[in-house]
């Protein structure tokens, strides 16, 4: 078993960019074993692992454990979604050339939504399906907000350009990342015009009608969504300070995860848009916390890819 492992690590890096990581392991049931690898894309300031802590908490270990070949990628933790998707790309070709397979299954989560849906749009040849995950379809309040006030006073720009780009450099630096950061282009791109400008550009999945469903399959791609819709979810967990202060730049009634609206993060299939979760419990943060009346978040991983599995994928 160890040898094996080892063998797996001294390929991935021969054959992998610092920026892409893989795990291995020993299929036990094949509950999870995709046709194509499934590759996870993290969203705004995000990382593949910080000071010790993984952005996708045991969700790789989860998967493969029953057959699925899980590869973690990085890209720009600030940035527009162009531009991340661009850096995205390079990455997904060597994962094919590692593992010989035609395609990958992509899932997203939060601003690597719409940085998952701009690869499937451009080069659809390489993707099998698109899973966002509380994925900025349509925008979000926050960045509405913080774009406002960021139009209407020059110094409030300044401090968040400064303080912003600040953040994304160290957690750029202390992952071990090697991209450029762009706050404000980050910010802006999660603005109501500008999700609808770009999902003119990218249509795939996108549901016409405010909270429907979208195509389950555009151009050969399969779409496929889930989301939360609880801001505070477990008083052990620091982090539900943050969903649920952002929660209150929403509306008064809309279903949120704190960062997202339930409606917003809608694309192709959706799986549900109202799990107990914040935005962080979406991707088994912090450290596993999470509603104790709720699935766990890593058995919602599991049936997908076993969703993906029953259908080829």
């Not at 094919?96 to 040849?125: F, W």
């Not at 390489?126 to 994925?135: E, K, R």
């Not at 799986?271 to 914040?278: G, L, P, T, Y």
């Amino acid at each position: 078993m160890l040898s094996k492992i080892f063998s797996v690590a001294a390929l991935s890096a021969v054959l992998f960019s610092a920026q892409v990581s893989a795990m291995s392991a020993t299929p036990e049931s094949g509950y999870t074993a995709t046709k194509y690898p499934i590759v996870l894309t993290h969203g705004l300031y995000g990382f593949d692992s910080l000071l010790g802590v993984d952005y996708w908490y045991k969700v790789p270990e989860t998967l493969q454990k029953d057959g699925a070949r899980v590869f973690v990628t990085t890209v720009s933790n600030s940035n527009s979604p162009e531009i991340r998707g661009e850096q995205l790309i390079p990455q997904i070709e060597q994962i094919l050339a590692l593992t010989g397979a035609e395609k990958v299954n992509l899932i997203g989560h939060s601003h690597g939504g719409p940085t998952t849906r701009y690869v499937a749009s451009v080069r659809p040849d390489l993707i099998a399906s698109v899973t966002t995950i509380a994925g900025v379809n349509r925008g979000t309040p926050v960045a509405e907000t913080l774009n406002d006030w960021s139009n209407g006073s020059k110094e409030f720009e300044g401090l968040i350009k400064t303080l912003g780009n600040a953040l994304a450099v160290a957690i750029n630096f202390l992952s071990g990342g090697d991209y450029d950061q762009d706050i404000l282009a980050s910010m802006r791109s999660m603005t109501f015009a500008e999700t609808a400008a770009f999902n003119q550009q990218h249509p795939g999945g996108i549901p016409t009608t405010a909270c429907g469903e979208g195509d389950y399959q555009y151009n050969g791609v399969r779409y496929y969504s889930w989301s939360g819709a609880k801001p505070l979810t477990n008083v052990l967990d620091p982090l539900d300070l943050l969903t649920g202060t952002t929660s209150l730049f929403f509306p008064a009634g809309e279903k949120n995860d704190g960062l997202v609206g339930s409606c917003a993060s809608r694309l192709g299939m959706v799986i549900r848009d109202d799990f107990r979760m914040n935005h962080l419990d979406e991707v088994n943060q912090t450290l596993g916390l999470h509603d104790l009346t709720e699935t766990d978040p890593l058995t919602v991983f599991r049936t997908h890819a076993n969703r993906l599995k029953n259908i080829g994928l």
